[in-house]
């Protein structure tokens, strides 16, 4: 079956729940790093003028039954009685959303509610009040898709215990995918030239993780040239940073450097600052290879000034990191460890909550190789390693 095919027939089974006479829940198991793009298709459906329904997604954590049914309530635009009722949050939901879709004009479809809650602290009265939704919604064109996690579910098995809840898996693995980019390479006049391109790297992917670093390197090259004959100058920037890093991991590194040079000057050319920072630094890690640490440094440090002048401090450890991998493996230690603590600088200086888990793993990565450098982790440095000039000793 093609890769291409299954996106749609996930959201055609979706559509079908969302007119379903029998179906109030839909319990969707997704993987985190799919959430994001199921979200954003959803709201992409939402803003489409032909798509009938009133999508509402609710994020609010889940503490207990009465809060968290009073928080859905202000969701809707309108309840028909006020906080005096004297039925609870949860009777009150489910009568007025039901009230209210059977409310709407014909030519709006179901009201859904998409449940995503940022946290649910209280698993059982959780799935005990999902159930509650699908037993006691009384309107057809009301619709709960509710995410959970697909292999830590919450609730899994609730579709068992009610019959008005259904059960859907948004997944594929690894060798599925795999298998459906092959059969639709087979098939290119089903794909366009930028899906061909992206199924090329997929795949090259697929070969990098199994390290047939041969067969990687003849997918990216094959990607490489034909978004370049496109004059799709970002892909091919992509591509030729892939195989830089193919060609690094197979040893050949006069091979990656010129790879990752010709995805520098693309960068350049093209004013593309969000790759290039990534290109040079590991540019660097070729020429070093080489024995060329001078030039190897110099990379770095344009590196090192892209992410600084975005602001990213994250790119920077990311940058000074490599340096100190660097002079660890010449075994220039002590620059080495001072490296290291700047490193832990950058990411102490790193305090928005945003950041908090990639500065909380950054950390715990540094003090790691400083501790098998044989030194304290506790002291850091404020002197930035890349603003002075290096010469090429070794």
């Not at 830590?152 to 948004?170: A, D, K």
């Not at 070729?286 to 090192?304: D, E, N, P, T, Y």
């Amino acid at each position: 079956m093609s890769l291409t095919s299954f996106f749609p027939e996930q959201f055609d089974q979706l559509q079908g729940f969302f007119i379903s006479a029998t179906e109030v829940v839909r319990h969707l198991k997704i993987d985190p790093e799919m959430r994001p793009l199921l979200l954003k298709a959803l709201a992409k459906m939402d803003d489409d003028a032909e798509f009938p329904h009133a999508l509402t997604q609710v994020t609010q954590p889940f503490v207990e039954p009465v809060s968290y049914f009073e928080g859905l309530l202000e969701t809707l635009p309108a309840p028909l009685d006020d906080k005096t009722s004297p039925l609870k949050a949860p009777a009150r939901f489910t009568r007025n959303a039901s009230s209210l879709a059977e409310s709407l004009p014909d030519n709006v479809g179901s009201l859904v509610f998409v449940l995503n809650p940022d946290a649910v602290t209280d698993v059982p009265a959780y799935r005990k009040s999902i159930a509650y939704l699908a037993e006691h919604i009384r309107s057809d064109w009301v619709k709960f898709l509710v995410l959970d996690s697909r292999t830590e579910p919450l609730l899994e098995g609730i579709e068992r215990e009610q019959s008005r809840i259904g059960v859907q898996t948004l997944h594929l693995s690894p060798e599925e995918i795999e298998q459906r980019v092959r059969e639709d390479l087979q098939s290119p006049a089903a794909l366009s030239a930028a899906e061909r391109r992206q199924y090329k790297g997929l795949l090259a992917g697929f070969a990098f993780s199994k390290k047939d670093y041969n067969h990687a390197a003849e997918l990216q090259r094959a990607w490489a040239s034909e978004a370049q004959q496109e004059g799709q100058h970002g892909d091919a920037a992509s591509a030729y940073y892939n195989l830089g890093n193919t060609l690094l991991a197979k040893g050949d590194w006069s091979e990656a450097t010129a790879a990752f040079c010709t995805a520098c000057e693309l960068c350049v050319d093209h004013r593309m600052n969000g790759l290039a920072p990534f290109v040079y630094a590991n540019l660097g890690v070729s020429l070093h290879r080489q024995s060329q640490f001078a030039q190897a440094f110099a990379a770095l440090k344009v590196a090192r000034d892209m992410f600084k002048a975005q602001n990213h401090r994250a790119g920077e450890a990311f940058v000074v990191d490599t340096l100190a991998q660097m002079y660890a493996l010449d075994g220039r230690n002590a620059e080495a460890e001072k490296s290291w603590r700047y490193c832990l600088t950058l990411y102490d200086g790193m305090t928005s909550s945003t950041f908090r888990d990639v500065r909380a793993a950054g950390r715990s990565e540094v003090i790691a190789k400083l501790e098998k450098l044989g030194v304290s982790a506790y002291q850091t440095s404020p002197q930035a390693p890349l603003d002075r000039a290096e010469s090429s000793r070794r």
